[in-house]
C-alpha cells in the first residue's frame, strides 16, 4: 500500500517552479499594469471630462457676465439717451445728423469696454435711420448692411418686440453665425452684435489639447465649429465640412463624457448648455490626445517592468546556478555509483558555501551508509540463496534414488539376465547421483545434456522399448550456463506421469540461440506423447500457481522447483510456459538470458559418496 502511494506521489522540479514563478510573476505584473493602465485611461478621461465641463461652464458664467453689462449699457442708452430718443421721434433727420455722430461716437468709445461683441447700433423704424459701429472692417462693410436689411422685415420687428432684449438673437450670414441683441423702446431699436468666434476666443486655454469648440441647438445639430487652436486647421475644415451629417449626444454628455467616431478617429466630447442664447457649447476632443498622457504612463510603467524583471532574472539566475551547480555535483556522483564506482564522492575540498556542504557532506555519508547497508545485504542475500538453492537441489535426488533402489531390489534375484542389467543400472545410477550432488551451482548445457542422456539410459533400463528420445540441440548453446537438473527435472515428470510399461513415450527436448532487442537469449523446449496438462490446471498455473506457496495437488514439486531457481537464478528476465503440444502432449518452454559458462577455480571438485 506504501509502496503504491509512492508510486503516485507527483513530484517537481524546484527549478522549474522557480521559472515558472518568474513567468507568473512577469504576466502578473503585466496584466497588473494593463488594469492599471485601463484605470488610469478611464480616471483620466473622467478627470479630463470634468475638467473641461468646470472650464466650460466657467466660460459660460463669464461669458454671460460680460454680456449682461453690454445689456445694462444697451438699456440705459435705450432709455436715457437724448440724442436716441430725439432721432427716434423724427420722420426726416436731415436737420439732426449731430445726433447721429454722437450716438456713433459713444459706440466707438465704448466698445472698447466690452471685448464680447464686435459691434453696437441703433435703428429707427419711423426714419430708417442707421447708426452703427465695428472695430472689424468685415463686420463694419458687410454685416451692417445685412442685419439693416433684416429689420426693415415687419416678422423681424415683431420677434424683436416678443423677446425685447432677453435673449440673443441668432443670424446667419456668409455660413458664419452672428448673435444680435436688441431693446426695441419707443420706436428706437439699441442693441450689439457678435459672432461665435469671439465668443469662443477666450476659450484658446484649451488649444494645448487640439480642441474643437461646437455650438449647437437643443437637438445637438452643429451650428458653428470653432478652433482656439491655430494649428488645427485641418481638422477644423475636416468636421466644418460634415457638420451637416453629425448629431451629438448632447443630452448625454452634458452629464458623462461621451464618445462619437468621426472619419474613423475617436472624440470625447462635453457639453455645457449656454445661458446667453438657446445654444448648447461642446468640447470635442482627439481621444489620441487624452491617450499621450496615458503612454506617458507607459513608458515609466514599462521602464519599471524593465527594472523589476531585470532585478529578478538576476537573483533568478544566481540561485538557478546555486542550485544547478548542486545538482550537476549530486548527479554526476550518483551516475557513477550506479555505473559501478561505489567509491564516487561529492568533492568538497573547494567548496566554501556553508549549505553546499552541508548537502554533500550528509549525501557522502548516506552514500557510505547505503554502501555498507548494501554490502551487508548483499552478502545476506548470497547465504540465504545458497541455502535455498541447497534445499531444492536435496528434494531432487531422494526422488529419483528411490524410484531406483526399488528397481535395483527387483532386479536383485540372482538370475544372470537380471545381475547384468542390474550392474548396469548400479553404474549409471552412480554418474546420475555423481552429477546431482555436486555443488556447481551453474553449469554448461552440454553437461546437463550429457547426463540427461545418462539419466534417459537409466530410465530405458526400467522400461526397456518404452522410450524414444529425440534431440535437437543448437551446437552455439552448448556452452550457455545454466543451473544443473533442470532438463533431467522436465524428464522425470515426463517419466512419472506418462510413462508406462508396454506403451511408447516420445520425449524431444530442443535448444535454440537467438537475439532480441540486441540480447542473447536460450530457448529450452521440451515435449513428450503423454496425456499433456489438463485446463484446469494450465489456468491454475497461468493465475495462481507461481505465486501459490503450496501445490495444489502435490503432483508438480518439480515444476514449482524449477520456476523457483530461475527466479533466483534470473529474478524476472526469465520466462516458463506450460502448453499443450498439438498431436503430442505436454509441452514447456523456458526462455533465459544467454550466459556464457565460465569454468570455476574449483571445478571438479562435488560431493563424493559411496558411488564415486
Not at 547497508?373 to 534445499?391: A, G, P, S, T
Request: proline fraction near 2%; aromatic fraction near 12%; include cysteine.
Amino acid at each position: 500500500m506504501m509502496s503504491k502511494e509512492k508510486d503516485n506521489k507527483k513530484t517537481y522540479s524546484f527549478r522549474k517552479r522557480l521559472f515558472r514563478f518568474f513567468y507568473m510573476l512577469v504576466g502578473v505584473t503585466i496584466i497588473a499594469m494593463a488594469v492599471y493602465a485601463g484605470f488610469f485611461s478611464y480616471s483620466l478621461q473622467k478627470r479630463t471630462y470634468r475638467d473641461i465641463r468646470q472650464f466650460l461652464s466657467l466660460y459660460n458664467d463669464q461669458t454671460s457676465s460680460n454680456l449682461k453689462s453690454v445689456d445694462y449699457y444697451l438699456m440705459e442708452l435705450s432709455n436715457y439717451s437724448t440724442d436716441v430718443s430725439t432721432i427716434s421721434m423724427l420722420y426726416d433727420i436731415s436737420e439732426n445728423y449731430g445726433n447721429v455722430i454722437k450716438i456713433s461716437q459713444m459706440f466707438e468709445f465704448n466698445l472698447r469696454s466690452f471685448p464680447v461683441v464686435q459691434g453696437m447700433y441703433a435703428y429707427f423704424p419711423r426714419n430708417t435711420t442707421w447708426v452703427g459701429y465695428s472695430g472689424s472692417s468685415q463686420s463694419q462693410n458687410t454685416f451692417q448692411p445685412f442685419l439693416k436689411k433684416q429689420f426693415q422685415n415687419d416678422e423681424t420687428i415683431g420677434n424683436i418686440k416678443n423677446a425685447n432684449g432677453l435673449k440673443w438673437i441668432p443670424y446667419v450670414y456668409e455660413n458664419k453665425t452672428y448673435l444680435v441683441k436688441t431693446f426695441y423702446y419707443d420706436n428706437s431699436m439699441v442693441g450689439a452684435w457678435t459672432d461665435l468666434t469671439t465668443l469662443s476666443s477666450s476659450l484658446r486655454n484649451l488649444s494645448d489639447m487640439d480642441a474643437l469648440i461646437l455650438f449647437t441647438d437643443k437637438e445637438g445639430n452643429i451650428i458653428s465649429v470653432e478652433s482656439p487652436n491655430s494649428e488645427n486647421k485641418d481638422l477644423l475644415q475636416s468636421i466644418s465640412s460634415i457638420k451637416n451629417d453629425i448629431k451629438l449626444p448632447v443630452d448625454k454628455s452634458m452629464n458623462a463624457s461621451e464618445i462619437i467616431t468621426v472619419n474613423g478617429d475617436r472624440y470625447m466630447i462635453t457639453t455645457v448648455e449656454l445661458s446667453y442664447c438657446d445654444y448648447n457649447i461642446t468640447a470635442m476632443i482627439p481621444m489620441k490626445k487624452i491617450g499621450e498622457t496615458v503612454g506617458i504612463f507607459w513608458r515609466y510603467a514599462v521602464l519599471f517592468l524593465l527594472i523589476v524583471l531585470t532585478a529578478f532574472a538576476i537573483v533568478v539566475f544566481f540561485l538557478n546556478r546555486f542550485i544547478g551547480n548542486t545538482m550537476n555535483m549530486l548527479t554526476s556522483v550518483n551516475k557513477a555509483i550506479v555505473a559501478g564506482d561505489s567509491e564516487q564522492r561529492i568533492d568538497i575540498s573547494n567548496e566554501n558555501c556553508s549549505e553546499v556542504l552541508e548537502v554533500a557532506t550528509t549525501y557522502n555519508s548516506m552514500v557510505d551508509h547505503i554502501q555498507k547497508l548494501k554490502v551487508d545485504v548483499y552478502e545476506e542475500r548470497i547465504q540465504k540463496k545458497n541455502f535455498q538453492l541447497f534445499f531444492l537441489r536435496s528434494q531432487v535426488a531422494p526422488h529419483f534414488l528411490i524410484n531406483c533402489l526399488n528397481m535395483i531390489s527387483y532386479l536383485a534375484d540372482g538370475t544372470k539376465e537380471n545381475t547384468a542389467i542390474l550392474r548396469k543400472m548400479i553404474e549409471t545410477l552412480s554418474k546420475h547421483l555423481r552429477y546431482t550432488l555436486s555443488t556447481d551451482d551453474k553449469v554448461p548445457i552440454s553437461r546437463e545434456i550429457e547426463y540427461l542422456d545418462n539419466y534417459v539410459e537409466l530410465t530405458k533400463l526400467r522400461f526397456p522399448g518404452c522410450i524414444t528420445y529425440e534431440k535437437d540441440f543448437d551446437e552455439k548453446s552448448m556452452n550457455a550456463a545454466i543451473f544443473p537438473i533442470m532438463l533431467i527435472m522436465f524428464m522425470e515428470n515426463a517419466f512419472k506421469f506418462n510413462l508406462v510399461m508396454g506403451e511408447e513415450l516420445i520425449v524431444k527436448v530442443k535448444t535454440e540461440l537467438y537475439e532480441k532487442d540486441g540480447e542473447k537469449r536460450l530457448h529450452i523446449t521440451h515435449i513428450d506423447s503423454g496425456e499433456g496438462y489438463s485446463e484446469d490446471f494450465l489456468n491454475y498455473f497461468n493465475t495462481g500457481f507461481i505465486n501459490d506457496p503450496n501445490d495444489k495437488d502435490g503432483n508438480h514439486i518439480g515444476i514449482r522447483n524449477v520456476i523457483r531457481r530461475l527466479r533466483l537464478y534470473y529474478d524476472e528476465t526469465a520466462t516458463m510456459k506450460l502448453s499443450n503440444e498439438p498431436g503430442m502432449g505436454a509441452r514447456i518452454d523456458v526462455d533465459i538470458p544467454y550466459l556464457e559458462y565460465e569454468a570455476p577455480k574449483t571445478e571438479g571438485q562435488t560431493v563424493k559418496g559411496i558411488f564415486s
